[in-house]
């Protein structure tokens, strides 16, 4: 889980561009809160939970795609300013591996509905929207995010501090607490 630490009044919803959108079995949802945001980085095991300050201030849009057969992926849409129109920056699955092939195809898809001529005013306004939202939080400080380990990564945490513990060469005498790097 990740816990939010207290920040100056960040705006904790995103204006939506399409919502939900179902093709041939394959569904997307539009992430539209901070809540879903950091929901979706722990389901899917990637950083994409980080990017709320890019959904406020860029327009930026993460898309939870899913496909018939069960598979999952993450879309993170980009607006281009001068265009109005949005690019797939980046389509990743679970633990940021290469997406099944149905879904970047429905990513394409996707790409194509939002970037069609009746979602022009709305892709605009989203576009204002950030504009304000960067204005806003430009002298704010970044919120601070504190990742709270879940039960596998504090099993993985011991095994890495079990493994420490018996390289003999990195043993350290016992007034120091601690001496290294931890990723």
């Known amino acids: 889980l990740t816990q939010i630490l207290p920040t100056n009044a960040r705006a904790e919803y995103c204006p939506e561009l399409f919502g939900q959108l179902e093709q041939n079995g394959f569904f997307a949802?539009?992430?539209?809160?901070?809540?879903?945001?950091?929901?979706?980085?722990?389901?899917?095991q990637h950083c994409v939970g980080?990017?709320?300050?890019?959904?406020?201030?860029?327009a930026v849009r993460i898309v939870h795609l899913s496909a018939p057969t069960g598979e999952?992926?993450?879309?993170?849409?980009?607006?281009?300013?001068?265009t109005q129109h949005y690019w797939l920056n980046e389509l990743r699955a679970e633990q940021n591996q290469?997406?099944?092939l149905g879904l970047d195809e429905f990513a394409q898809y996707l790409l194509r509905y939002i970037?069609?001529?009746?979602?022009?005013?709305?892709?605009q306004l989203l576009?204002?929207?950030?504009?304000?939202?960067?204005?806003?939080?430009?002298?704010?400080?970044?919120?601070?995010?504190e990742r709270l380990l879940d039960r596998t990564l504090l099993q993985e945490l011991r095994l890495v501090v079990a493994y420490c513990q018996k390289q003999s060469?990195?043993?350290?005498?016992?007034?120091?607490?601690?001496?290294?790097?931890l990723a």
Do not use: V
Request: aromatic share 10%; hydrophobic share 30%; with cysteine.
């Open 29 to 44: 949802k539009e992430i539209t809160t901070q809540t879903e945001l950091l929901e979706e980085g722990e389901q899917m």
């Open 50 to 58: 980080d990017y709320w300050d890019d959904c406020l201030t860029r």
């Open 98 to 100: 290469d997406p099944a």
């Open 115 to 123: 970037n069609q001529d009746e979602l022009t005013p709305q892709r």
């Open 72 to 82: 999952a992926a993450t879309a993170e849409f980009h607006l281009q300013e001068n």
């Open 127 to 145: 576009w204002q929207e950030a504009q304000q939202q960067a204005l806003i939080y430009q002298n704010q400080a970044r919120p601070s995010y």
């Open 169 to 181: 060469d990195w043993q350290i005498s016992a007034k120091a607490l601690f001496r290294g790097s």
